[in-house]
């Protein structure tokens, strides 16, 4: 098994900054199997979206468009913690995010949920205006 505890959620003025951090934890087994990790966020009444993903093998990312040129996804193999650095917040970034991890091959585009088998518990953030 996988765990995975997100923290660094927050409330923040439109404009301002957060970094999320994912520690993953678990077997040395399960997590070496680990091919895909990403992050989405789910806001009130609509569809968890896929936020950035990142391939832990050789680093190459993937973000939405809405995201593109303000967050950045990265991984630190040594402290097996995945971040998501978010700059220029915008008040429609206010969601719950979450971190996810796939050892499947398949499901789907990295930003389709059905990619992943292991999530996180979600931090809140909060861009206001």
């Known amino acids: 098994q996988v765990q995975l505890v997100e923290s660094g959620g927050g409330s923040v003025q439109a404009g301002g900054s957060l970094r999320l951090s994912c520690v993953v934890s678990?077997?040395?087994?399960?997590?070496?199997?680990?091919?895909?990790m990403g992050w989405f966020r789910q806001a009130p009444g609509k569809e968890r979206e896929g936020v950035a993903g990142?391939?832990?093998?050789?680093?190459?990312?993937d973000y939405a468009d809405s995201v593109k040129g303000r967050f950045t996804i990265s991984l630190d193999n040594d402290k097996n913690t995945l971040y998501l650095q978010m700059n220029s917040l915008k008040p429609e970034d206010s969601a719950m995010y979450y971190c996810?991890?796939?050892?499947?091959?398949?499901?789907?585009?990295?930003?389709?949920?059905?990619?992943?088998?292991?999530w996180g518990q979600g931090t809140q953030v909060t861009v206001s205006s």
């Open positions: 990142i391939y832990p093998g050789g680093g190459s990312t």
């Open positions: 996810a991890a796939s050892t499947r091959n398949y499901g789907g585009a990295w930003f389709r949920p059905s990619r992943y088998n292991y």
């Open positions: 678990g077997s040395t087994y399960s997590t070496y199997y680990i091919n895909y």
